[in-house]
């Protein structure tokens, strides 16, 4: 079987950062799939998805992290050539196993949204479920 879904979310600012876990397994949920795979992916040059804990202080590393990498000033391109770069060092998409109708993660993991462009936008986020 297959399932698909279309989550729509806004983000504020760049740099959001938005759990997304929650409406994953609402998916999961929805297509009555047990056992297969979920994957989530979004369909813009400039969104990244991180599978990780995210407590304030990591929250600030995080965005200390892309700062020091991908600093908004210096690329040739003028506009925002450090959101493109971000999607380069972060996936648009992830793949996470479905065991007994129920998405599989660590203790301390959860699937989050990054907005990497220069401002907050609505944004599209593909869901498949795939299983018996």
């Known amino acids: ?17 938005i759990n997304l876990t929650h409406k994953i397994e609402g998916a999961v949920g929805e297509s009555k799939i047990s056992n297969g795979i979920v994957h989530v992916f979004a369909p813009h040059a400039t969104a990244v ?24 000033e210096g690329w040739k391109h003028d506009v925002n050539a ?14 996470l196993p479905v065991r007994n109708g129920r998405v599989i993660k660590g203790t301390w ?6 907005e990497a462009d220069t401002s907050g936008r609505l944004r599209k986020i593909e869901v498949t479920v795939i299983g018996e």
Not at 1 to 17: A, L, N, R, W, Y
Not at 49 to 72: G, H, M, Q, V, W
Not at 82 to 95: I, N, V
């Open 1 to 17: 079987m297959i399932f698909t879904k279309t989550i729509h979310i806004e983000t504020e600012k760049p740099g959001d950062i």
């Open 49 to 72: 998805f991180a599978l990780t804990e995210l407590e304030s202080n990591l929250r600030e590393d995080i965005e200390k992290l892309l700062d020091n990498l991908t600093p908004k």
């Open 82 to 95: 450090y959101s493109h770069l971000r999607s380069m060092l972060l996936p648009p998409d992830r793949t």
């Open 109 to 114: 993991q959860d699937l989050f949204f990054i």
